[in-house]
């Protein structure tokens, strides 16, 4: 039987699938498309989704990232989670940006980890976080997203700052596409 989360997962993981397949605004090349079966993800892995309070920072320093493209995008330092993911403690921070239209924007987590270059994109993969004002989030890596850079150079992706390279696994979410 397939509980309601795995249901949702798989729900969102086919919408995705069929989006990245037929859509003009796709971000995978269109001379791609006609043979795009739809992307590799880790199976489903109930332990792999937490739910964490946000350690909120007393002020938001603003964080540099650089992207893709050689350009910079501008982030506030918004937070970070703790929590224990293979038998390590870890810290992911979150990071709002600088001219969000609103203090409630989603928050965003860019994250590497130890399957980086090797089972999951090299610049690292994506987390968006629903604000959630009583300050507990759904952190849900099987819902972990590669950025569109991914796929296609015509994107600018910013990359994951040093203290979100987390030294453990995280097998859940999307792999690394391969256009074969």
């Known amino acids: 039987m397939v509980d309601d989360h795995t249901f949702r ?8 699938d069929h989006w990245f397949g ?10 791609a498309r006609h043979t795009f079966k739809g992307l590799s993800y880790y199976p489903i ?14 002020k938001e320093e603003v964080l ?12 506030l330092r918004y937070g970070y989670f703790e929590f224990s993911v293979g038998g390590q403690t870890v810290r992911l921070h979150a990071y709002r940006k600088v ?3 609103s203090a409630h924007e989603s928050l965003f987590v860019p994250f590497r980890d130890a399957t ?23 952190v849900d890596f099987n819902r972990a997203y590669n950025p569109y850079c991914a796929y296609s150079d015509d ?10 390279w987390l030294k453990v696994p995280i097998r859940a979410g999307e792999k690394t596409w391969s256009k074969a």
């Open 45 to 58: 892995d109930p332990a792999l989704r937490f739910r964490l309070r946000i350690v909120d920072f007393p």
């Open 22 to 31: 037929a859509a003009h605004d796709s971000p995978i090349p269109h001379e």
């Open 155 to 164: 994107f600018v992706c910013p990359f994951p700052p040093p203290e979100n």
């Open 99 to 101: 001219h969000a239209h």
């Open 116 to 138: 980086s270059a090797k089972e999951t994109y090299g610049a690292g993969r994506y987390l968006d976080l629903d604000f959630e004002p009583s300050g507990v989030y759904d």
């Open 9 to 16: 997962i798989e729900q969102e993981r086919k919408e995705k």
């Open 64 to 75: 540099t990232l650089p992207t893709s493209k050689g350009t910079e995008q501008q982030y």
